[in-house]
């Protein structure tokens, strides 16, 4: 079996993260992606940290198995290199800021006007539209306008998320929405237009606290790692020093846990303990109840037990227990990639296919495949080396 995106070209005019999210997974699905950066430094998330053997951890996540490409896009003549690698493409992508493409010539509809079957896919932070257009539209700031800081954290004060949250909802529409592009045009023939914004996606992801808002006129409360409407459901202390994490669903299971778990039968159908509702509205009491029989043992006693009585838990686990969690060991989750500053363990995609492995492609150097792009666009040596003099090239 082939890659399900074998002989597809995608041109990224990309930086940060939501964008290269979205086409290293068209990478990883066999396409071959086209990354052009600045030659003043290219993406600038390769500037973001020196954490890995002295290269970013966004770029080494976000940009493996990618061709890096440096063009002076100010330079007409970088234009018209970049105009020949559309020509050739399936797909162009960008998420640089709003109408900054359309100015330097590559308007999305201007492009498919040129090339019917091209897919072209804005991303943004607000849309090209509306009062917020022109907005600079960072991760924590799409975070924060939304509404989706106001309900993480713990009750005292709102928190972004530990992780880019907006980017990453951003990017997963926008390979999305590409995928289904890609499968349209194979039936009609003809590309189609995407725009992805970064607000607009994350407004969808809070849809469970925009309903609870619209139907109660109350949003839901912050309740850090406890859960707004569920009881229990949270992180409770262990002898060791560790937490672990319950979480009951339904009544049947509260009953489990009162009787196999807290040696608390007389709990399990006490109608002040038996229901859901009872239990949110004595949430210290239930939590107390939890958390002084879970104090009692080790984390793994209680996660023995637990499972034991089929109730979900989970350890309170950091980054470090992640990078050696015996499930990802087990399932054989990590490959090793290639870097400019050496080899780093990277994780699969979390999706496979059953008869072919994705690949796992090196993290591009800046401008490493420069010249062997526009080799494959017929360029003769002499203007390669004409435009590397003129400044139009890097890498």
Not at 23 to 36: F, Q, S
Not at 37 to 65: K, T
Not at 75 to 92: S, T
Not at 376 to 387: D, E, K, Q
Request: with cysteine.
């Amino acid at each position: 079996m082939s890659l399900p995106l074998t002989g597809t070209t995608v041109i990224a005019l990309e930086q940060a993260v939501a964008a290269p999210l979205a086409t290293r997974h068209l990478c990883d699905l066999g396409a071959r992606v086209v990354k052009i950066e600045r030659p003043e430094g290219g993406d600038f998330a390769r500037g973001y940290d020196r954490s890995v053997n002295g290269l970013a951890s966004h770029f080494v996540w976000l940009n493996r198995g990618k061709e890096s490409v440096v063009l002076d896009l100010k330079a007409p003549e970088g234009r018209a290199v970049l105009a020949d690698l559309v020509a050739g493409a399936d797909v162009f992508l960008q998420n640089l800021a709003p109408g900054a493409a359309a100015r330097l010539g590559f308007g999305s509809a201007e492009l498919r006007a040129r090339h019917p079957r091209l897919v072209t896919v804005d991303l943004s932070g607000y849309g090209t539209g509306g009062p917020y257009r022109d907005k600079r539209a960072y991760d924590m700031l799409i975070q924060c306008e939304s509404g989706l800081a106001s309900v993480t954290g713990p009750p005292e004060r709102p928190a972004k998320t530990g992780l880019p949250a907006s980017d990453i909802a951003a990017g997963m529409y926008a390979l999305t929405a590409t995928l289904a592009a890609l499968l349209g045009r194979a039936g009609s023939g003809r590309g189609t237009g995407i725009e992805v914004s970064m607000f607009e996606a994350t407004a969808e992801w809070l849809g469970h606290q925009l309903h609870h808002t619209q139907g109660t006129g109350r949003a839901p409360d912050r309740a850090g790692l406890s859960h707004p409407a569920i009881a229990p459901y949270d992180a409770y202390p262990t002898a060791d020093g560790h937490e672990v994490m319950i979480g009951i669903q339904n009544d049947r299971e509260w009953a489990r846990l009162a009787t196999g778990f807290l040696d608390r039968p007389d709990l399990a159908d006490h109608p002040e303990w038996a229901t859901n509702v009872a239990r949110v509205r004595r949430r210290r009491l239930v939590d107390a109840l939890v958390g002084g029989r879970t104090a009692t043992m080790t984390a793994e006693e209680a996660v023995k037990r637990l499972d034991a009585l089929a109730i979900a838990s989970a350890r309170l686990n950091g980054i470090g227990d992640l990078l050696h969690h015996p499930q990802l060991a087990a399932r054989d989750r990590w490959r090793p990639v290639a870097t400019p500053a050496g080899e780093v363990r990277s994780l699969l995609p979390p999706f496979d296919f059953a008869e072919v492995e994705l690949p796992m492609g090196p993290v591009p150097a800046l401008g490493a495949h420069t010249d062997s792009a526009l080799r494959a666009l017929g360029y003769p040596a002499t203007r390669i080396a004409a435009l590397r003099a003129n400044g139009v090239l890097g890498g």
